[in-house]
C-alpha cells in the first residue's frame, strides 16, 4: 500500500493575492467534491469552502459572523435528507460554552445551522471534533469539559450523551469504524496524577467496552493524532510526529489480532500534515499541509493497494 500523485488541490492560482490557511478536509457523499475550512487576512473568523478534486475550482459555502466553522463531517448516509454536515461551531471566550456542535442541511443559506440541543447536564458542555456514524443519524462527540476529555455518542433524535471511552483514560479527535460501529479509535492516553496533556496522545483502538490497543507507534515515545477509518473499515490514517518533528500523514492497515501491521508515510517530512480523510470508495486521500508557498493548502493522492 502506497500513496502517489500528491499533489495540492486548493490555492492553485498563485495570483490570487492571499495567502489562505486551508485545513480539516472531507469528502461529500459522492467523492467529488472536498469540504474545508479556511481563514486569512480577510476571513477572521475560518469558514467552509469546497474545491472540486477534478477541476481544483474553489467556492465558497458557509459561513457565520457568530463563530469559526471547524472540524466538519459530511454524511454519507443516503437516508440522511436533512442534517447532513455536522461541524464544531468555536464561539468567543467570552460567549460559553465556546465549543457547540452544529447540524448544517446541504446548501442551507448562511447563518442557518441549528446548534445540537442536549439534556441540562451537558448543555455547558465543550463539545468538539462530531463526526457520522455510518448509515445512522448519531454522532461521536469530544467532550473537553475540565480538561478531561472523554467521547460521547449523541443520537441527534433522542439527544442523550452515552460515554464510550474505556475507564481511566482520556480520549478525543474520535472516529467510527464504518463496518463494525463498536470499533473506534481516538488519540488518547492513561489517565494520571499529572493531568491531560495532548502531547502526550496516542492512536488507540478501542473494539466495544475492551481495553484499549495502541495503535501509533511511528517512533517510540511520539505523539498520535486525528485518526480517520477508510470506508470499508481496513485500513487507517493519522498524524504522528516523523524524524523532523512535524507532524506527518501515516497510513496502517487494521489487525485487531496483530496490532503491529507496518505503518507506512505518506507526506512529505519536511512539511507539517494533519488531519487526513478517504474518499468513499477509498481511491483518495486529502490532508491539510504546509510547503514552500507558505499556510497551509488542501493535498490529495491516489492510493494503491
Known amino acids: 500500500m502506497k500513496v502517489t500523485n500528491i499533489h495540492p488541490i486548493t490555492q492553485i492560482d498563485a495570483n490570487s493575492g492571499e495567502n489562505y490557511h486551508d485545513g480539516r478536509p472531507c469528502f461529500s457523499p459522492d467523492g467529488k467534491t472536498v469540504l474545508f475550512e479556511r481563514n486569512g487576512n480577510s476571513i477572521p473568523l475560518q469558514e467552509f469552502w469546497t474545491v472540486d478534486v477534478n477541476t481544483k475550482s474553489e467556492s465558497f459555502y458557509y459561513k457565520s459572523d457568530r463563530y469559526a466553522c471547524s472540524r466538519a463531517s459530511w454524511s454519507w ?12 461551531g468555536v464561539f468567543p471566550k467570552d460567549d460559553l460554552p465556546m465549543g457547540r456542535i452544529m447540524l ?13 440541543p442536549l439534556r441540562k447536564d451537558y448543555e455547558n458542555a465543550e463539545l468538539y471534533y462530531p463526526t457520522w456514524y455510518a448509515n445512522e443519524d448519531t454522532l461521536l462527540v469530544t467532550d473537553y469539559s475540565n480538561q478531561q476529555p472523554k467521547l460521547l455518542k449523541i443520537s ?7 460515554v464510550l471511552t474505556y475507564k481511566d483514560f482520556w480520549s478525543g479527535m474520535g472516529t467510527v469504524n464504518p463496518v463494525n460501529a463498536d470499533l473506534i479509535a481516538y488519540a488518547g492516553q492513561p489517565v494520571t496524577s499529572e493531568g491531560y496533556n495532548q502531547q502526550n496522545n496516542k492512536v488507540y483502538l478501542q473494539n466495544g467496552n475492551n481495553e484499549p490497543i495502541l495503535f501509533s507507534e511511528t517512533i517510540p515515545g511520539v505523539n498520535g493524532r486525528a485518526p480517520w477509518f477508510s470506508n470499508d473499515g481496513l485500513v487507517m490514517a493519522f498524524e504522528s510526529q516523523s524524524e523532523t518533528t512535524n507532524l506527518q500523514i501515516f497510513l496502517k ?8 501491521t507496518p505503518i507506512i508515510p ?9 488531519h487526513a480523510k478517504f474518499s468513499p470508495d477509498g481511491s483518495k486521500l486529502v490532508w491539510a499541509q504546509k510547503d514552500e508557498t507558505g499556510g497551509p493548502r488542501i493535498y490529495m493522492g491516489t492510493i494503491e493497494y
Open 104 to 116: 448544517l442541511t446541504e446548501y442551507a443559506p448562511n447563518g442557518t445551522a441549528l446548534q445540537l
Open 77 to 88: 448516509n443516503p437516508q440522511a435528507m436533512q442534517n447532513q454536515i455536522v461541524f464544531t
Open 253 to 260: 492497515s487494521i489487525d485487531l489480532t496483530n496490532p503491529n
Open 266 to 274: 505518506v507526506s512529505d517530512p519536511n512539511y507539517p500534515a494533519q
Open 156 to 162: 441527534i433524535n433522542t439527544l442523550r450523551p452515552e
